[in-house]
């Protein structure tokens, strides 16, 4: 095939000749061996000669010069139509192959696809020849073009820098080095390539365009990797700042589970705790800072810290988001959060919430029936301007509570309040410990490690105790009706009731101490109604007294002289801890515990 005979079919090549022949005058018929795009009507002169003798015929029309230039066109610049495909092609800096036949052989390699692959034998089948086009997956291309008839384009794909040195064949000379004086690339590449129909002498073939893209693939991955790095950091930051184990209380039994977000996702500020309060009592909380990365997850850090710091003030739910709300603003005014604080007691069976914008709680009953918490829920922390409130939603023996962040539940190709009523259903048929409660519903709402946002769960669950654990868990109290008689009854009920319990007398004796020394400090400083509670579980003992007087009392240093204020103090000395709280509608509790021996 001689491919210096055929033609380029370029713009303004008819429009010229049809200029220098006369709108009557037709151009030379192209002989056989011309390249022309399917469709085509027709073709240029191919070779210089043809051109040269179709301009003897009229050299002599006006408006041209005797070497054939129009009038107008600059010496030294040759006519369009004197350019053949090879010194067009032969120049461009994309590299460009010319292949024929089912085969794919190979017809024609310009200049740049010679100096970055070496130069390929005519003729050679594009399999065996060419293993870059191998690499670079064009054969099925090819193919495809060549059956449709249509241009098929991929981008940015590699070729690895040994693919030319194994097909012995000189890479250019500026991408290769010498070992032992065989030539070897210097780096991979990576292509973008257009594949075009062509037809070559009645035969089909493909034009393959190829651009370089190297650098630009290289500065993709670049930024890739450093983007990768800086979810890394969010995550591993973000994870650091998660508990590392959660705390177990006496009365509950809770599971949590983080997961981010894919690797097009980037980490959001999800986050949850427990904080034992003490007396039995347990917080939980689970919140969502609106953002992604590392600053989202910064945030979320501070707020957990801070949530902690109030959770140890035992204030009720709403008043701790109150001062979250506050400092969620001096945070970082840009970036709100959503919050779940609940408080639950082992005395009341119930939780006790309060929500910032945040989802409602899932509570699964015994029976498998689930309830949904309601308002109240005020507005997402760190908007201020609002007073949050608490509610209730019974938490019963034998259920489970279900807190959880929108990555569980939102979808975009559905409103929220589905997701919350598919998660419903989920947990209707989630059996099992708090851990298998979390892994069924990640499963059951589809998150997978490719998941468009993070998602926490914390599942929590009040379990219904039989045979001999439920003889490690009992209650007792006493009303205490004041008068100069309310501390001898205490002590005797106390004494009475830690007996029954088959406490060491050691144990009881000192719980009976703590016994006479809170009901002392209420009767001289608190108000009725009085109430003397005692609670045993499995690791502890503890004893509280509560009394309508919202005082709370102080540990303090007693001089010798002083006659009172004692009390506290001894408490602090002999129990584990102590602490005091105010209680709903008024007055206070004060507690302390005891450590059981194992």
């Given at each position: 095939m001689n491919f210096t005979r055929w033609s380029a079919r370029l713009p303004g090549t008819q429009r010229r000749i049809a200029a220098r022949t006369g709108s009557g005058d037709s151009p030379a018929k192209?002989?056989?061996?011309?390249?022309?795009?399917?469709?085509?009507?027709?073709?240029?002169?191919?070779?210089?000669?043809?051109?040269?003798?179709?301009?003897?015929?009229?050299?002599?029309?006006?408006?041209?010069?005797?070497?054939?230039?129009?009038?107008?066109?600059?010496?030294?610049?040759?006519?369009?139509?004197?350019?053949?495909?090879?010194?067009?092609?032969?120049?461009?800096?994309?590299?460009?192959?010319?292949?024929?036949?089912?085969?794919?052989?190979?017809?024609?390699?310009?200049?740049?696809?010679?100096?970055?692959?070496?130069?390929?034998?005519?003729?050679?089948?594009?399999?065996?020849?060419?293993?870059?086009?191998?690499?670079?997956?064009?054969?099925?291309?090819?193919?495809?073009?060549?059956?449709?008839?249509?241009?098929?384009t991929v981008k940015s794909r590699?070729?690895?820098?040994?693919?030319?040195?194994?097909?012995?064949?000189?890479?250019?000379?500026?991408?290769?080095?010498?070992?032992?004086?065989?030539?070897?690339?210097?780096?991979?590449?990576?292509y973008t390539v257009t594949c075009t129909p062509v037809?070559?002498?009645?035969?089909?073939?493909?034009?393959?365009?190829?651009?370089?893209?190297?650098?630009?693939?290289?500065?993709?991955?670049?930024?890739?990797?450093?983007?990768?790095?800086?979810?890394?950091?969010?995550?591993?930051?973000?994870?650091?700042?998660?508990p590392q184990e959660l705390e177990q209380p006496d009365?509950?039994?809770?599971?949590?589970?983080?997961?981010?977000?894919?690797?097009?996702?980037?980490?959001?500020?999800?986050?949850?705790?427990?904080?034992?309060?003490?007396?039995?009592?347990?917080?939980?909380?689970?919140?969502?800072v609106m953002g992604r990365g590392v600053r989202a997850a910064a945030v979320m850090g501070q707020l957990r810290t801070a949530v902690r710091a109030y959770a140890r003030l035992d204030l009720p739910p709403h008043e701790v988001l109150q001062l979250l709300d506050g400092l969620a603003a001096e945070i970082d005014p840009s970036q709100i959060a959503t919050c779940v604080y609940a408080v639950h007691d082992p005395n009341e069976g119930r939780l006790v919430y309060a929500s910032a914008g945040h989802l409602p709680i899932l509570v699964r009953a015994e029976d498998g029936t689930v309830a949904r918490a309601a308002d109240p829920t005020g507005p997402p922390l760190g908007?201020?301007?609002?007073?949050?409130?608490?509610?209730?939603?019974?938490?019963?023996?034998?259920?489970?509570?279900?807190?959880?962040?929108?990555?569980?539940?939102?979808?975009?190709?559905?409103?929220?309040?589905?997701?919350?009523?598919?998660?419903?259903?989920?947990?209707?048929?989630?059996?099992?410990?708090?851990?298998?409660?979390c892994d069924r519903l990640i499963r059951a709402m589809g998150v997978t490690a490719e998941h468009d946002d993070d998602v926490a769960v914390l599942v929590l669950q009040h379990p219904a105790r039989t045979g001999h654990s439920a003889e490690l868990f009992h209650n007792a109290a006493l009303d205490l009706l004041g008068g100069i008689e309310a501390a001898p009854r205490a002590r005797a009920f106390a004494s009475g009731v830690l007996s029954s319990w088959r406490f060491p007398v050691e144990l009881k004796d000192l719980g009976v101490l703590a016994t006479s020394e809170l009901v002392a400090n209420s009767l001289q400083h608190g108000t009725p109604p009085m109430r003397l509670r005692l609670r045993r579980t499995d690791r502890r003992l503890i004893i509280e007294v509560t009394d309508g007087d919202d005082h709370l009392p102080l540990r303090r240093h007693a001089e010798p002289a002083d006659e009172a204020g004692r009390g506290i103090s001894i408490v602090a000395t002999i129990a584990s801890s102590w602490g005091s709280r105010r209680t709903p509608g008024g007055g206070k509790a004060v507690w302390c515990e005891f450590a059981l021996p194992h």
């Open positions: 192209p002989r056989d061996n011309s390249v022309r795009s399917p469709g085509a009507k027709s073709s240029v002169p191919a070779a210089r000669g043809e051109f040269e003798r179709h301009g003897e015929q009229h050299g002599d029309r006006t408006g041209e010069h005797p070497d054939g230039r129009p009038d107008g066109e600059p010496a030294g610049i040759p006519a369009l139509e004197e350019l053949s495909v090879r010194d067009v092609l032969g120049g461009l800096p994309a590299l460009v192959a010319l292949v024929y036949g089912p085969d794919h052989r190979v017809a024609y390699v310009n200049d740049a696809y010679t100096d970055a692959f070496g130069p390929r034998e005519p003729g050679t089948a594009a399999a065996e020849g060419c293993p870059e086009l191998v690499e670079l997956g064009l054969m099925p291309l090819m193919d495809q073009v060549l059956r449709s008839g249509k241009p098929r590699k070729v690895l820098a040994a693919t030319s040195a194994t097909s012995g064949t000189p890479p250019h000379a500026s991408a290769y080095g010498s070992v032992n004086g065989s030539p070897t690339v210097a780096r991979d590449g990576s037809e070559t002498s009645g035969s089909g073939g493909v034009l393959v365009f190829a651009a370089d893209v190297t650098d630009h693939a290289e500065a993709a991955e670049r930024l890739r990797a450093s983007e990768r790095r800086l979810r890394e950091t969010a995550v591993a930051l973000q994870r650091s700042l998660l009365d509950l039994r809770v599971a949590a589970t983080y997961q981010p977000g894919g690797t097009d996702a980037a980490v959001g500020g999800d986050w949850y705790d427990v904080i034992t309060l003490g007396a039995g009592r347990t917080a939980l909380v689970i919140g969502d908007t201020g301007g609002w007073i949050h409130t608490s509610g209730t939603i019974d938490l019963a023996p034998g259920s489970t509570a279900v807190l959880y962040t929108d990555g569980l539940v939102e979808r975009r190709s559905e409103d929220i309040d589905e997701g919350v009523a598919s998660l419903e259903r989920a947990l209707a048929g989630a059996k099992g410990s708090p851990q298998v409660v």
